[in-house]
């Protein structure tokens, strides 16, 4: 996720820029740039880190004269964050700068085509092919070339463009990308969200899919996709920057649960070719797949329990042994680890000390590893053999929600490639319309649990929560434990349901509060006895399971639910109702859930 931003009027535009690319800045934050026309001329500043560098850069935008421009503020998802990766990027002749927010997923065929055609490529990002092809397409007519431009490209895209033939004006088009614009008096604006509008104007004009606008000092024009004027309102917008930074969500958290569909979409759709899995970043050969005896999946966290709710995937597909170890425990266990391990490791932000140690000493036992981070050109992306990106976005909340949830749908495809690879599996298309599911099921699972926040005004006292499941239910009560833990600073403790027996089930006393993980068909039956067998002494049993679970529904005191589901998937399912939970909980005791007490977004010392 990019931020853009873009002006034309009376006043200097870079100041203007900088001020709207510092409100984006929660949108991503690896580099950052601004292009501004003057007399003609296109000039360009680009820098690696923070927006405050651009403003160093620039002076607060007094060194760059010119009413006309557009920035961006970068979330790498293709090219590492460097300045040549860096958006505006300029055509071969300096007569445009583009800027883009979304994934361009024919972006190498295209390149390959513009290279052989003669152009040169200054970057390695997705976003140069979009220069270039308006550049070959503009005859004078930038909406007729922007049209052309986008007919050839498949993906997302919110885009910014200026041409130094067109004074005065900037451009913009969308497809499934945020993209307004904001109306003011004598200069008009652009922007991926409100935060870097309301400041100037809150009258605003939201862009729909296959729109496009061209903006000068005193107009504004919207096309449709075959170049027709579309009659567009103008809206107000009442929200305070504060609140346009959460998207209008109470917290970056809560924002940050409604994006998993999305998140998740973007992870699995640029993979999935002609029904097939492809992992263009992977690379490994099936020899050397078959060289492999097991999988050592390392992280720290929901980062590792994000690794235990893949391991049944893997193992189920690809009959590939796979062990989950915690990185703080991995680094120091002296481990069996040799040239016939692979490596997985799970980062969000790539930087956590524990989880590179852990990765250090075990590539120096002969292991390849395997990256699963969010985080382009972070520690762990570096040092890896391979890297696979979950592409969830920027994530500000300490509690990570899409990041789990992505990092698990990346490991359901990857044990559903090995085993394609291995040649083991018989029900490929099923498994794969499975993970093709998953976004709208996790859209599912947060429409059907709207109680969820009447459930919190009952639980939010509890002295401790039990989260009861096996097999992957029980994976998935790991992280729904630590959820609740973490932001809501309730004891709360996940346990193998088939464990209670032989001990905890001591502490099952009156009243006492135990969450149920019901989704895995295979397992159900036990489950449902270990809830009956809590019930009798007293617990009052909160149920998560399917709609039509009658059996289950017969017996539990309280539900939460979610969409029938693969088993083997069911893990990016089952987790919403319970971050929604651990949230509204948290929102009950008043804690400060995007920030909880003694806890930091990545620990990056031991
Ligand atoms: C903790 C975070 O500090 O580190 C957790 O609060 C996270 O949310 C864990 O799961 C691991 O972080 P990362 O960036 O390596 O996934």
Not at 157 to 182: H, Q, W
Not at 386 to 394: E, L
Not at 575 to 588: D, G, R
Request: aromatic share 8%.
């Amino acid at each position: 996720m990019c931020g853009i931003v873009g002006f034309t009027g009376q006043q200097n535009a870079a100041p203007i820029l900088l001020d709207g690319l510092k409100k984006l800045e929660y949108r991503g934050y690896d580099s950052a740039g601004i292009a501004v026309m003057c007399d003609a001329q296109i000039s360009v500043n680009k820098v690696t880190g923070r927006i405050a560098n651009l403003c160093e850069r620039t002076k607060d935008g007094e060194a760059v004269p010119g009413t006309v421009g557009i920035g961006h503020t970068r979330w790498a998802t293709h090219g590492a964050p460097t300045e040549e990766n860096a958006h505006p990027h300029l055509s071969n002749d300096g007569r445009f700068a583009v800027v883009h927010n979304g994934i361009i997923e024919n972006y190498i065929a295209l390149r390959e085509k513009l290279i052989k055609d003669g152009y040169h490529f200054d970057s390695e990002t997705d976003t140069e092919v979009i220069v270039h092809l308006v550049e070959r397409y503009y005859k004078g007519d930038m909406l007729e070339a922007l049209i052309k431009t986008t007919n050839k490209l498949q993906g997302s895209y919110a885009l910014g463009v200026i041409c130094s033939e067109e004074p005065g004006k900037i451009y913009a088009a969308r497809e499934a990308s945020p993209l307004i614009i904001g109306v003011g008096a004598d200069e008009n604006y652009f922007a991926s969200d409100v935060t870097a509008l309301v400041n100037h104007t809150r009258n605003v004009i939201y862009l729909e899919d296959g729109e496009f606008a061209e903006l000068s000092p005193d107009a504004v024009h919207v096309y449709d996709c075959l170049g027709k004027p579309v009659d567009k309102k103008v809206t107000r917008v009442l929200w305070d920057v504060q609140a346009a930074e959460k998207g209008g969500y109470e917290h970056f958290m809560l924002k940050e649960i409604m994006e998993q569909p999305a998140a998740v979409k973007a992870t699995i759709a640029p993979r999935v070719k002609d029904g097939k899995i492809v992992f263009e970043e992977l690379g490994i050969t099936l020899p050397q797949l078959k060289k492999i005896r097991k999988i050592v999946i390392t992280a720290c966290g929901s980062a590792y329990y994000a690794g235990c709710a893949g391991k049944y995937a893997i193992e189920h597909l690809s009959k590939i042994p796979v062990e989950v170890e915690l990185a703080s425990e991995l680094r120091y266990s002296d481990p069996l680890i040799d040239e016939h391990t692979l490596l997985v490791v799970i980062s969000q932000s790539g930087e956590t000390a524990d989880t590179i140690a852990a990765m250090k000493e075990c590539k120096a036992r002969g292991a390849k590893s395997l990256a699963i981070v969010n985080v382009v050109g972070s520690t762990v992306a570096k040092l890896a053999d391979y890297t696979v990106y979950t592409w969830a976005g920027p994530e500000i909340a300490v509690a990570t929600t899409k990041g789990y949830t992505t990092q698990v749908t990346v490991l359901y495809m990857l044990a559903l490639y090995f085993a394609d690879m291995l040649d083991r599996v018989d029900d490929y298309s099923i498994r794969l319309k499975a993970i093709e599911s998953l976004p709208r099921k996790i859209q599912q699972a947060i429409d059907i649990n709207s109680h969820v926040q009447y459930l919190a005004q009952k639980y939010h006292g509890s002295k401790s929560l039990f989260f009861i499941g096996r097999n992957t239910d029980y994976a998935t009560a790991l992280e729904g434990s630590l959820k609740m833990k973490e932001i809501s600073y309730l004891h709360a403790e996940a346990y193998a349901a088939g464990e209670l027996k032989h001990g905890t089930i001591a502490l099952i006393e009156d009243h006492q509060p135990v969450i149920a993980l019901c989704c895995n068909p295979m397992i159900m039956e036990k489950t449902l006895s270990n809830i009956v067998e809590v019930k009798s002494r007293g617990a009052e049993v909160l149920a998560l399971t399917f709609k039509n679970n009658q059996k289950i529904l017969s017996v539990a005191d309280d539900f939460m639910f979610i969409p029938d589901i693969d088993a083997l998937f069911s893990a990016v399912i089952e987790i919403v109702p319970l971050q929604l939970l651990a949230y509204y909980v948290a929102k009950e005791n008043g804690c400060d859930i995007d920030k909880p007490k003694n806890l930091a977004k990545s620990v990056t010392v031991e």
